[in-house]
């Protein structure tokens, strides 16, 4: 195959990967994520000039409808949820290579029909052969799809192209479910042709915390169980449920939010420095970290975990209902809306750290932050008054108000010896102008041009998986029955504040 | 996105030797909504009289995407009295991405007058804000003995050499001034930089494999500029040539470029009064096909198109950047590293020069 850089006036352009030019299947296209999220994300790569020259986009669903007639839907989705103003001519152009392929998911015909279709845009638009398949559908049809895919073929790359897939959330239910999806998965397409989407990885933040760890000195001789004290990841809505009551009974906080993304930063933060960045490099590293995971499972859960679910209360200085009063929610629900959870990595870097993770809806705030908390100093000197339990703490914001921020020590001006806390603030919106490309823009241009290091890899998420089962197990089996409440618009039930508290420790204040 | 707020105190006059306090005192009076942020010292140097009106709103514009402390000189070597004056002012803007506060950048302006303006490096060192990179902006003709003192501390030297009436002497001093540097301080020309977009909408063209086999066997590359902009449209070429190993020959005062397969490549160069952008067409001639880069009509993109004689044209459309001055010192300062095609490029088209 002709590699992109055979083309010389390719060097000192950019530097990364190019997009290799493709077609692009969206499986479910009549859904909110391609109006919402890959149409924008599609168009702004277009305006930055980093799609490739042989692009087609076709759209597989159900519903009757033309090309002609979608194109002109999701113009106007282009133009209501683009993060940049819609050029006309471009999205003429543009959308000009969207394609509407009408058929169920179960219907081998369809597939055959798609075959000869990329085969003709394939001649008609130069996308050379490579195709790159994207499961937007509901996860239910995703083993449909994928046995289509298979029998049909058009899995199989053709000599000198690449066939790929993404696979959008959630991957499976639990360890089961996820295993059965993988294997379906591994049977139509190859490992490293598959990408699964945890949008959290394509965050700018999120991207910059490999950065912030391996590219300055200063914080990684500290990032160890010899400074840190313990460590916080949260993420913190005001919303309810809003309109996923169905989605959100069956799954709940933790299958929702820890399993995937909150582990995903927990990675993060907790490996080792990669060999090198390549995508296979930095997943091992990310894998070792759940390997070394302490299992939580049986009494061990109710000791390390808290699950809680919002009843009435105040968001914004309004009343809002209870989760159990919820439309479509069950009366008696024990879905948790809150979770917290300590957990310890059983490793040499780590080893005695708590990390604390919670996540929850109809908290005060909305934030994702990651929070480093140090070591006091030893309590001489000025510590002699235990006045600097906390002095210092790097707080990572992941969402919204990106940036990084250290707390220290300082001296009150003043004759009179007096330390307080201050804050050194780094805010991307302040030092960068430029508008921060959206997840979905970045993830999929790594996905043709085959870069899989943002996309989780399927031992990840079947450790991840694993990990969560057993909390889950806990929790079903009596082991860890109990579901606590706290009122909408607080910081949780007092039961978390608890678990941190058995180890002298308090949540961070957002 | 930003939304432009007025600077808050519009050049005050300030002695040389009170600027930090003075500074200081400004942002202890400024309001809670106001922050300062600094990427990088940007220092502008220029020789025209009338430097300070025209770099202060060009400032205020490029601090809004791109924060800075700013350091703009205006010298007059050539005056007979020596006179030092300096002011300082911010500019500060609000930012979509910013949340509520301004953010503002610091502007020190400094008139320099006869021998005083051979103070520059001592006026430069003290006010820096420290630890940050230090790109020196100069404007128009550089001075023919290079100041060691001054570009052996400096991280980037920026000039625009479509301002330049003598660019060989020029480039001459410039590559003196990076040999002074050691390396350390990195050659940006904003008419390299001015040529971005339309360099990278070309190698779009090329990735189209049937284009990158022609390429060899390119036979013409006719080239379209703006009046004024006739070293724009040369660098160009010699990027071209230098990427595909072509070297400049002539008979009489025809020049031509030879192939790496021995082959001959002409070029034309059509200056034109009225165009969209400095340069605003690009055209490859190969045998059996055709080639082209184009602004389009409405100025944002270019329009790329690969027309083989026996087969369909494969069209695209690629941002074509704005050519405003703040834009291209925007995309200047946004960069990180060295332009190592720049040179090759030049020397591809020096007797040209």
Known sequence: MEKENDNPFRDGLVNRAVAEPCALVIFGATGDLTRRKLIPALYNLAADGNLPSGLAVVCFARRDKTSEGFREELGEAARKYSRRPVNDELWSRFAANIFYHRSSFDDPAGYASLGKELESLEARLGTRGNRLFYLASSPTEFDVILENLRSSGLSHAQPGAWARLIVEKPFGTDLPSAHRLNEAVAAAFPEDETFRIDHYLGKETAQNLMVLRFANTVFEALWNHRYVENVQITASEPLGVETRAGYYEQSGALRDMVQNHLLQLLCLTAMEPPTDLSADAVRDEKVKVLRALRPLTGKSVAENV????????????????????????????????????????????????????????????????????????????????????????????????????????????????????????????????????????????????????????????????????????????????????????????????????????????? | MTQSVQSFSPGLPVGVGEIDRKLGELWSASDAGKVRASLVNLVVYSESSDAIAANTPLLAEIAADHAFRALLVQADPQAEKTDVEAWITAHCHRRESGGPKEICSEQITFRLEGPAAGRLPNIVFSHLDSDLPLCFWWQGELHPEPDARLWTRVDRLIVDSQSWSRPAPQFAILRDIEVLGAGSCAVCDLNWTRLFHLRYAIAQIFDTPAARAKLPRLEKVAIRHLTGHRLTALQLLGWIASRLGWHLEHEGQRHFFRRRDGGVAEFVLREEAELPAAVASTEFRFPGAEASAKRADDGEFYVVEYKPANGAPVSQMLPAGREKISDILLAELARVGRHPLFWPAIRAVEPLL
């Open chain 1, 306 to 510: 808290v699950r809680a679910q919002y009843t009435a209360g105040f968001i914004n200085g309004s009343d809002v209902p209870g989760y159990r009063e919820e439309p479509g929610v069950a009366p008696d629900s024990k879905t948790e809306t809150y979770v917290a959870l300590r957990l310890h990595i059983d490793n040499w870097r780590w080893a005695g750290v708590p990390f604390f993770v919670r996540v929850g809806k109809r908290l005060p705030k909305s934030g994702t932050e990651i929070a480093i908390q140090f070591r006091p100093t030893p309590p001489v000197l000025f510590n002699r008054e235990s006045q600097l339990q906390d002095a210092n703490a790097l707080v990572i914001r992941i969402q919204p108000d990106e940036g990084i921020s250290f707390r220290m020590a300082a001296k009150m001006p003043g004759a009179l010896l007096q330390i307080e806390p201050v804050k050194m603030d780094f805010h991307y919106g302040t030092s960068f102008g430029k508008a921060t490309p959206e997840a979905y823009e970045r993830l999929l241009l790594d996905a043709m041009s085959g870069d899989a290091t943002l996309f989780a890899r399927r031992d990840e998420v079947e450790h991840a998986w694993s990990f969560i089962d057993g909390i889950r197990k806990a929790w079903q089996d009596g082991e860890a029955p109990r579901l606590d409440f706290y009122p909408a618009g607080t910081w949780g039930p007092r039961e978390a504040d608890e678990l941190l508290a058995q180890d002298g420790a308090t949540w961070r204040r957002l």
